[in-house]
């Protein structure tokens, strides 16, 4: 026993009252940074990656005048290209738009009535298009012109349609809305021969007015405040609009709502938070068989959160997905961790025959060195992510080593304390052993574990007053009451006597168990063999560990039986090879010179022997009109030619025939033109308007000849991390040639695909980083204070063990490495270094006492070992729990916390124990 941290804690027992009452002013005070000064910032998820730095350039310089919501139409007969199917969908959307029309289609209940679809000229129709155009309005207008309609026509009329339609050239974009999987053979219909076309699906979107929806760039992730969930919401509005009524057809909308559906599953997550924190105290309860240490730690878990919540409001740290959820649920874990190594140490003196003031001094003074060890090493753990270039993960490692100070403090501190307080007053009371007490204590028991865990998920994803509410009502009922009907009963004598625990309760029937494990470690060549059988197995998970790619896949994070998840399954399976996401290449330079236009139409020409990139039915890789259509459509114009002429006196040529204007000094004042005016067809049809033309091409007269542009591609099987690898790889060697030909100040790949990949690569890099930092800095934390190289290298090699092992088993098991689960490092060291500290600071008391190492391992073991079993269970059972979330976000955290929490078990009372064995020299 340490005799001078005794007398500190001897000492601090005549102030304890004073400390409580610290403690709950303290606590008190943090509820105002907590509930006022919540932040409105979410924490950055992304690095400042040259990617990043593009997309931002782009989203502060161009305009986006129309917002689109996708949607794949789905027939339940596998044949969308039938007169009930197409008239069905048909239907749909003149049901929007006359909605639109009314105004009824509005953002939001509490908005003005207006109409937010988006009226713009269609090039390929030579039309003007409100809102929304599918193969059905086509079908329509041709039967029209026929005498009849959609709703009227026959099976063999639509099938005629849809042949003359999609062998019209200026139909090209209405066969690319057909499935991949679409079929077409040769048929007598009303003696004449066609193509009888069948598809299962078309792709479509909905167009709106983006400045009406609140403006902002087209971006899909999670974040972006009101302005993106009101869209999001309008977004929803039009699909449910969509699907109402519908029998023949399934409307699936495409990622159209990912806050919101984050939210939804996000909440369908929250009951299996909820069972986490109980079943982690139901799990003490079963194993502690102690009231007062079940409630305190479901009160101290509540104080935990405020003290979380509330510190990190006040320094500051922003919100997000990893601070509001991840680190509280990790939180949890740790938490118990400290409250049961610190409990169990005082029932075991408790155990011993001495009163609950002497076995807490006792067993604080004699676990105060490893608590304290432990909160040290979990904080530098968690401060090791720090140097991340990623503001997420910074704000996870302070608010991590928060919550980490905040448990030692709390649940290794003040929980203990006041069980010591209420045990002292127990035994002095005469209702202690009574049937109504121990009723009180049964539904208490109960109704403490629900309310707390109900208050402590309120608390921390739905509304921090009610959170708090609930708390303070389960301290009052659980605690409060139960202690003041002891208190009004007390005696000056003690009646109740703590009895020794029956050698029938669980807790001592895994102590049996670890004995037994003990005395197997003490065979001459068990630990030998077990050393060489972690070696192996650490060598057979290293090779896997490096195998574990970096993967991005919606399913990781969203329920594959959800709506959202479902929708991109049918764009993947139907328009796989032929959509792919949007990835965008940026330009920036001297786009006046007609030789860099030249260099770009070449750059683009060769897109389209690229494999990585999708292709249209052309042969054409770029979407959506940009510069070099712009110009086509100049030069071809006679009517804007003219218009250009008479205003700015240029005439536009085009001698080479390239569809390039030859000077720099007309593509000047075409971009000039084009800026004000737009491009119109004739004095009456504008093609595009100017607000289109400022949202591909950024010209500023006044700054030289510098012009930035964007074009834009599909990444096909961008779920695949390889797939956006190989495309990164193949497009920037094919922009080298752009580079090197001296008109281009700036140029690079952009947009969600290559934004995420440096997001991912910079996961693995932080991942690469803070493992070493964390366990050089921790090994050098425990060289100094256990003041022995062999023991602080013993103690650190388990925790190497337990992330090889983990991340080799993730491999196996499936998972990939993307932003959450690379943050699982981190946390299992944090929590896997508690078990190895307790373990061997409690060999060496026992050995310092017993002066046998064998006796030591014994102790250590069957003592503390008891303490890190009964933590870890608590734990992985809340954690398995979760394991069962329908959101696959919280489901593999839950399941992969779970088992690293197992692995630590292992490590530290399987392979630690060895280590200690052979590293001990023996006494003389």
Same mark, same amino acid.
């Given at each position: ?75 339940? @007969? ?207 309860? +079963? ?91 979990? @904080? ?67 109704? @403490? ?28 009922? +659980? ?132 494999? @990585? ?205 993307? +932003? ?22 409690? +060999? ?81």
């Amino acid at each position: 026993m340490n005799f001078q941290a005794n007398k500190i804690i001897e000492s601090t027992h005549n102030l304890s009252w004073l400390i409580i009452l610290v403690f709950f002013i303290l606590t008190s005070i943090l509820i105002y940074p907590l509930i006022y000064k919540t932040p409105i910032q979410q924490a950055s998820p992304d690095p400042p990656s040259k990617s990043h730095k593009l997309q931002k350039d782009l989203d502060s310089r161009f305009i986006n005048p129309i917002f689109y919501t996708s949607f794949i139409a789905e027939s339940k @007969s596998k044949d969308i290209l039938t007169q009930n199917s197409l008239f069905e969908l048909f239907k749909a959307t003149e049901k929007l738009k006359s909605l639109d029309k009314t105004g009824e289609l509005k953002l939001l209940k509490n908005s003005t009535k207006e109409p937010y679809l988006y009226t713009y000229y269609d090039q390929n129709i030579n039309t003007q298009i409100y809102g929304v155009y599918t193969i059905a309005n086509a079908v329509e207008n041709y039967l029209q012109q026929n005498n009849t309609s959609l709703e009227n026509a026959t099976e063999s009329q639509v099938k005629i349609a849809i042949h003359d339609i999609l062998n019209n050239a200026q139909s090209t974009f209405l066969f690319e809305s057909l499935s991949i999987n679409s079929t077409n053979e040769i048929r007598v219909i009303d003696n004449r021969e066609i193509q009888y076309w069948t598809s299962p699906t078309v792709i479509f979107s909905v167009i709106s007015d983006n400045k009406k929806l609140g403006g902002g760039p087209l971006s899909i992730g999670l974040g972006g405040g009101d302005r993106i969930l009101n869209k999001e919401k309008f977004s929803r509005r039009i699909q449910n609009v969509l699907r109402e009524n519908n029998q023949t057809n399934s409307i699936w909308g495409l990622a159209l709502d990912t806050n919101l559906e984050s939210t939804d599953q996000g909440q369908t997550a929250g009951i299996f938070i909820m069972l986490t924190v109980i079943g982690a105290l139901l799990t003490i309860a +079963f194993l502690l068989k102690s009231y007062w240490a079940v409630v305190l730690t479901g009160a101290g878990l509540g104080f935990l959160i405020i003290w979380l919540k509330g510190i990190s409001n006040l320094i500051g740290l922003k919100s997000g997905l990893v601070i509001d959820l991840i680190v509280p649920i990790s939180m949890i874990s740790l938490g118990v961790d400290f409250a049961i190594h610190a409990i169990r140490r005082y029932q075991e003196e408790s155990e011993n025959g001495l009163s609950p003031q002497n076995a807490h001094i006792i067993a604080t003074s004699s676990i105060f060195g490893a608590l304290l060890l432990a909160m040290l090493s979990d @904080s530098i753990a968690f401060l090791s992510n720090l140097p991340s270039n990623i503001e997420a993960v910074v704000h996870f490692g302070t608010a991590a080593a928060i919550a980490v100070i905040g448990s030692y403090i709390i649940l290794g501190g003040l929980v203990p304390l006041l069980l010591m307080k209420i045990e002292n007053i127990e035994n002095q009371s005469l209702i202690t052993n009574t049937r109504i007490f121990k009723l009180i204590k049964s539904f208490g028991l109960i109704g @403490s574990t629900t309310m707390s865990a109900a208050g402590i998920l309120v608390l921390v994803a739905l509304d921090e007053k009610i959170g708090l509410i609930m708390l303070i009502s389960s301290i009052l009922l +659980f605690v409060v009451f139960p202690f003041i009907l002891i208190a009004k009963n007390r005696t000056n004598n003690v009646v109740n006597i703590l009895e020794p625990s029956s050698d029938k309760t669980s807790i001592n029937y895994i102590g049996k168990l670890l004995k037994l494990t003990t005395n197997l470690y003490l065979k001459p060549r068990v630990p030998k063999i077990l050393l060489i059988l972690s070696i192996i197995f650490t060598i057979f998970a290293s090779f896997m560990a490096f195998n574990l790619k970096p993967v991005f896949d919606v399913k990781d994070f969203f329920s594959s039986n959800s709506s959202y998840v479902i929708g991109l399954d049918k764009l993947d399976k139907h328009y796989g090879s032929r959509a792919g996401e949007p990835g965008v290449i940026y330009l920036k330079g001297d786009l006046t010179n007609p030789d860099s236009l030249i260099a770009i139409k070449k750059f683009e020409k060769s897109l389209e022997n690229d494999d @990585s990139v999708s292709k249209d039915s052309n042969g054409r890789s770029t979407l959506e009109p940009n510069i070099l259509d712009f110009l086509k459509l100049i030069v071809n114009n006679p009517y804007i030619k003219n218009e250009i002429l008479n205003i700015y006196n240029i005439e536009i040529t085009d001698l080479d025939s390239n569809e390039i204007p030859d000077t720099k000094k007309q593509i000047h004042t075409i971009l000039e033109y084009i800026n004000k005016n737009g491009i119109p067809l004739n004095d009456s049809t504008l093609i595009f308007n100017s607000d289109r033309i400022k949202e591909n091409v950024y010209y500023d007269p006044n700054i030289n000849s510098e012009v930035v542009t964007f074009l834009i591609i599909r990444i096909p099987g961008s779920r695949e991390q390889s797939s956006i690898d190989k495309a990164y790889e193949s497009i920037t060697s094919k922009l080298n040639s752009l580079d090197d030909s001296g008109y281009f100040t700036e140029i690079g790949l952009t947009g969600s695909p290559f934004t995420r990949k440096a997001q991912l690569d910079a996961s693995t890099d932080t991942l690469r980083t803070s493992l070493p930092i964390a366990v050089t800095a921790t090994f050098i934390l425990l060289l100094i204070t256990m003041k022995s190289f062999r023991y602080a290298f013993a103690t650190i090699i388990p925790i190497i063990l337990v992330v090889t092992w983990l991340y080799g088993l993730m491999y196996l098991l499936g998972f990939s490495l993307n +932003f959450v689960t690379a943050m699982i490092g981190a946390i299992s060291i944090g929590i896997g270094i508690d078990y190895s500290i307790h373990i061997t600071e409690r +060999f060496r008391q026992e050995l310092k006492s017993s002066n046998s190492k064998n006796i030591a391992i014994e102790k250590s073991i069957t003592g503390t070992g008891l303490a890190v079993v009964a933590s870890a269970l608590s734990s992985i059972v809340g954690f398995i729990i979760l394991g069962f979330a329908p959101m696959p976000l919280f489901s593999s955290y839950g399941l992969l916390t779970a088992l690293m929490m197992f692995l630590s078990i292992i490590a530290s009372l399987v392979v630690l124990p060895c280590l200690l064995f052979f590293i001990t020299p023996p006494k003389k």
